[in-house]
């Protein structure tokens, strides 16, 4: 636990010392901020189990109904940047359903997630279209689960937080007649939240003046986590995927 404050502490110190770094210059730079609420139409697939002696519960999301998993949704990214520095917030909660596909043990099964995520993460412009930084994603996930077995019904529920470091790289451009495209990708946990996280998103929209634009995207999030034991033990082994729309006001 000491070693997760400790690295916890030293990625916000990074952070702020990124946006502190080279006062004079940050100074002479205009800093622009963006606001971006948007909606993310998820669906899952992979595995989570709660408890060692309960069997894994395999989930595989219909990708022909993706409006019906998301019960409520709330997500919003923030961001200041100047010519060469960047800080973004990021924050996501999405409570998810989903039916449990059947196997040998279990007949049948509900469940239900909770996932709340906030992103914070600072960049530095190391190309004309590339930039490249360090963060940490915080998450946390709320777990209810009920099957069947043949001969009883049974239910169990946990509730888990972890924080992972990250490496971050994006590209962040208007390409041509106000039309933008934004591409990032991130790695991380390695063992000290997560056993592995990746994330990749794309974005392509249109500025419609200074203040207003929007964008259509497609985002995908793997998560592979497992801490515990016995009636503690839990696995968290769940890709979240699905298309993104954002409106978004920068001044």
């Known amino acids: 636990m000491i070693k997760k404050l400790t690295l916890m502490c030293f990625l916000l110190s990074s952070l702020f010392l990124l946006a502190q770094d080279n006062t004079n210059e940050a100074k002479s730079s205009s800093w622009n901020f963006q606001v971006e609420p948007y909606l993310m139409f998820p669906n899952m697939k992979g595995s989570t189990q709660i408890r060692e002696n309960l069997p894994a519960l395999e989930v595989d999301a219909d990708t022909e109904n993706i409006f019906s998993h998301l019960k409520m949704g709330a997500m919003l990214f923030l961001e200041a940047k100047n010519e060469n520095w960047a800080i973004t917030s990021d924050f996501l909660y999405m409570k998810l359903g989903e039916d449990v596909t059947p196997t040998n043990l279990v007949q049948s099964g509900e469940l239900e997630l909770k996932e709340t995520l906030w992103e914070l993460d600072g960049y530095r412009r190391i190309l004309p279209m590339l930039e490249a930084g360090i963060g940490m994603r915080l998450l946390n996930i ?110």
């Open 142 to 251: 709320s777990a209810d689960a009920n099957f069947s077995f043949a001969f009883q019904d049974r239910s169990a529920n946990v509730n888990e937080t972890w924080v992972d470091p990250i490496i971050v790289v994006r590209s962040h451009n208007i390409i041509k007649d106000n039309v933008l495209l934004n591409l990032k990708g991130d790695i991380g946990g390695f063992g000290i939240g997560s056993e592995f996280t990746w994330q990749i998103q794309a974005d392509a929209g249109y500025q419609f003046s200074d203040l207003f634009y929007i964008l259509l995207g497609y985002r995908y999030i793997g998560i592979d986590y497992e801490s515990g034991s016995g009636s503690d033990y839990f696995s968290y082994n769940i890709d979240t995927f699905g298309p993104e729309l954002r409106l978004g006001f920068s001044f």
